[in-house]
């Protein structure tokens, strides 16, 4: 069964500062790996996808990394804004086009 | 493009009543819809996976009489909460997989609807 984790479970950071946030996952059987962000009492933004093939994505100020024989990713945030607060979440598609969460990172980031 | 709505946003219904919550794909077809289950402060878990024209595929632990999930076209699925108790309180989201998403396997989520059971 595919596990998804996230750490840290919360941070929070000085406007300016970057960021990475971190994604494991249990079984590399994986056809893409994505992140969303979740703004309180909303629903679920799509920030970057990557695919299994690849190793990394970009969009502006965001950076995503995927190494799927060990199993992580990461999300790195540059220069951070207090825009940015919000709970990004971490979901890998296996077999039959599941997706599996993590529990997601609470970030504040503090004018 | 790729836009998911659901309806209604929010809804408060008293115990023992039903609920249907519509997911719809505005700008593409979808063979394939999700249901998720969010309690506060967690993540997403699937509930089921419902393809057009077949019956859904429920998680384990998700009773299929109690959540029913109709996919009656390629661009509609409803989720009707049945006999509502206070537990079943929670934000339920779906999800859409275009038709020709091909290897990507890209979902598109909605905005959520709220359920409140008093």
């Known amino acids: 069964k595919q596990e998804v984790t996230q750490i840290p479970a919360a941070l929070s950071v000085p406007e300016g500062e970057n960021l990475v946030l971190n994604c494991s996952f249990t079984d590399s059987a994986i056809y893409n790996l994505q992140w969303f962000r979740q703004d309180p009492g909303k629903g679920l933004t799509s920030l970057l996808l990557?695919?299994?093939?690849?190793r990394e994505q970009t969009s502006g100020r965001l950076n995503a990394s995927l190494d799927k024989s060990s199993g992580r990713s990461t999300l790195y945030i540059a220069a951070s804004q207090p825009g940015d607060s919000a709970t990004y979440l971490c979901a890998v598609t296996t077999s039959g086009s599941r997706l599996t969460f993590g529990e997601g990172t609470q970030l504040t980031v503090n004018p | 493009g790729a836009v998911v709505s659901q309806h209604p946003s929010w809804v408060i219904c008293k115990s023992g009543t039903s609920v249907k919550i519509e997911c719809r794909s505005l700008d593409f077809q979808a063979t394939t819809m999700f249901w998720y289950r969010q309690f506060p402060k967690q993540s997403l878990m699937l509930m089921a996976t419902?393809?057009?024209?077949?019956?859904?595929?429920?998680e384990q632990g998700v009773e299929k009489d109690k959540f029913l999930i109709n996919h009656a076209s390629l661009t509609l699925s409803t989720l009707t909460v049945t006999s509502a108790h206070p537990e079943d309180s929670s934000f339920y989201i779906c999800?859409?997989?275009?038709?020709?998403?091909?290897?990507?396997?890209?979902?598109?989520f909605g905005p959520g609807t709220r359920l409140t059971v008093l």
């Open positions: 990557i695919q299994s093939s690849q």
């Open positions: 419902s393809n057009e024209g077949s019956k859904a595929t429920y």
């Open positions: 999800s859409a997989r275009p038709r020709l998403a091909g290897a990507l396997r890209e979902q598109f």
